[in-house]
């Protein structure tokens, strides 16, 4: 069994970033984030896995954390696009390849005030169920 971490961190890049709405609202989705990079924008964070088994199935059951970050005073904006993250991701099935089905449910988000007195920063993180083919 192959780990499926760059293919679920491919599979969020390409929903998030393939919907108009969403990337509307920010300046883009990074792994790595570009110095001097505008506000708001989303960062692909941490993730962890396990194994996930059922019957004769094998599978794995991974986490991924988003980080979502804004200039704007207050946590309106941030809290805005962790609504739409949430629509795109949150119990929803999503493709994996080589992976027959996959879940994606939300479980849990923050609100943060940075460092910096400015920036608002919210993690959210997905939990993910994945079969193989």
Not at 19 to 48: C, H, W
Not at 86 to 103: F, H, Q
């Amino acid at each position: 069994m192959t780990s499926a971490a760059f293919p679920i961190q491919q599979a969020i890049y390409r929903i998030l970033t393939g919907d108009a709405g969403l990337m509307s609202r920010i300046k883009g989705v990074f792994d790595d984030v570009p110095e001097n990079q505008a506000f708001p924008y989303i960062t692909i964070g941490e993730m962890t896995s396990g194994p996930f088994r059922t019957f004769s199935r094998f599978g794995e059951e991974a986490t991924i954390t988003l980080h979502i970050w804004s200039r704007y005073e207050g946590f309106k904006e941030a809290s805005q696009i962790l609504g739409e993250v949430n629509r795109l991701l949150a119990d929803k099935e999503i493709e994996i390849p080589g992976y027959d089905s996959a879940t994606c449910q939300y479980d849990f988000s923050e609100t943060l005030r940075d460092e910096d007195g400015r920036t608002r920063h919210i993690p959210v993180r997905y939990r993910i169920k994945l079969q193989e083919l």
